[in-house]
C-alpha cells in the first residue's frame, strides 16, 4: 500500500529552506514566516538551526522551546573534552558550532523541559498566553500523536505547522484522518531516509508542512521539491509513491 492521496500537495508552494544542510532542514513560506508572532518548537535536541534561520527572518517573533532532555552548558563541555580524548575533531567543530547557536539564541528564552503527554499542547498553549499566529515545529519521536486532537482543536491560531511523524506504517489511517480534519494546506513532504521502509519499500519516517495561507506557484507539484536534501547525505532517498 502506498500513501493515501491527501499525503500528497495539491500545488507546487512558494517554499524557503530554513535549518541546516540535510538532517534539521524544513521548506516553508516566506509568507508564513512573517505572519507568525510566536514560534512553538518540540523538540531542540542538540540543533537549533531552524529555530536561528527563523528568528534571522522575522526578528520579532517570540520563541518558546522544549525537550524531554535540555542540554546544558555541563553537557556540552563534557562531550567536547570526550571527543578531545578521541581526538574527534569533527565532533569538537559540531559542538562548539551547536553551543554557539544555543547561547545566542537561547540567552533569554531557555529550553524547557517537557516530556509530550496528552494535553500538553493545550498547557503549553495556556502557561505561555498563546492566542494567535504560532508556528509549531514537532520532532518529538512518536510522541506527536497524543497532541494530534489537541492540534485540531487549536488549529484557528496557527499560521503553520511542521510535523515530523515516526512510524508511518502503523499510523496511516491516523494521519490521513488528521490531515483531512486540518484546516492548513499540505505544502510540503519529505521522506525522511534514515528510517527503515515497510513491505511496500514506503519510508517509515517522514516530514510535512502545513501552513495556512501558502501562496501557489505552479499547479503542479514536484517530488523531490528542488530545496529537498537528503536527511543523511551518505543513504539513498526513500521514494515517495502516492494512491491515484
Same mark, same amino acid.
Given at each position: ?15 524557503i529552506r530554513l535549518g541546516k544542510d540535510n538532517d534539521g532542514g524544513y521548506l516553508v513560506g516566506k509568507k508564513t514566516i512573517l505572519k507568525t508572532e510566536f514560534l512553538v518548537s518540540l523538540g531542540i535536541g542538540d540543533d537549533c538551526s531552524f529555530e ?25 563541555? @563534557? /562531550?567536547? $573534552? &570526550?571527543?578531545? !580524548? ?7 567543530? +559540531?559542538?562548539?558550532?551547536? %553551543? ?71 499510523? @496511516? /489511517?491516523? $494521519? &490521513?484522518?488528521? !490531515? ?7 505544502? +510540503?513532504?519529505?521522506?525522511? %531516509? ?51
Amino acid at each position: 500500500m502506498t500513501f493515501p492521496k491527501n499525503f500528497r500537495p495539491l500545488k507546487k508552494f512558494d517554499l524557503i529552506r530554513l535549518g541546516k544542510d540535510n538532517d534539521g532542514g524544513y521548506l516553508v513560506g516566506k509568507k508564513t514566516i512573517l505572519k507568525t508572532e510566536f514560534l512553538v518548537s518540540l523538540g531542540i535536541g542538540d540543533d537549533c538551526s531552524f529555530e536561528k534561520d527563523f528568528l534571522s527572518m522575522n526578528k520579532q517573533v517570540n520563541l518558546h522551546c522544549y525537550d524531554r532532555y535540555p542540554l546544558s552548558k555541563n553537557y556540552f563541555i @563534557k /562531550e567536547i $573534552i &570526550k571527543s578531545i !580524548i578521541v581526538l574527534d575533531f569533527r565532533n569538537i567543530n +559540531h559542538l562548539m558550532k551547536v %553551543n554557539k547557536d544555543y547561547q545566542k539564541i537561547f540567552t533569554k528564552n531557555k529550553v524547557k523541559k517537557r516530556l509530550i503527554r496528552y494535553k500538553s499542547l493545550k498547557k503549553i498553549i495556556n502557561e505561555n498566553n498563546l492566542n494567535s499566529n504560532i508556528f509549531l515545529k514537532i520532532d518529538i519521536e512518536g510522541a506527536e500523536y497524543r497532541i494530534l486532537d489537541e492540534i485540531l482543536e487549536l488549529q484557528n491560531i496557527f499560521t503553520g505547522l511542521i510535523l515530523e511523524f515516526h512510524y508511518v506504517d502503523l499510523h @496511516k /489511517e491516523k $494521519i &490521513k484522518l488528521f !490531515i483531512d480534519s486540518l484546516k492548513l494546506h499540505l505544502t +510540503h513532504i519529505h521522506p525522511n %531516509n534514515s528510517s527503515i521502509t515497510d513491505m511496500n519499500n514506503d519510508p517509515t519516517c517522514i516530514e510535512l508542512t502545513f501552513e495556512k495561507n501558502p501562496i501557489i506557484i505552479d499547479e503542479n507539484p514536484m517530488f523531490p521539491h528542488p530545496l529537498d536534501q537528503k536527511s543523511f547525505p551518505y543513504l539513498k532517498d526513500k521514494p515517495l509513491n502516492f494512491e491515484k
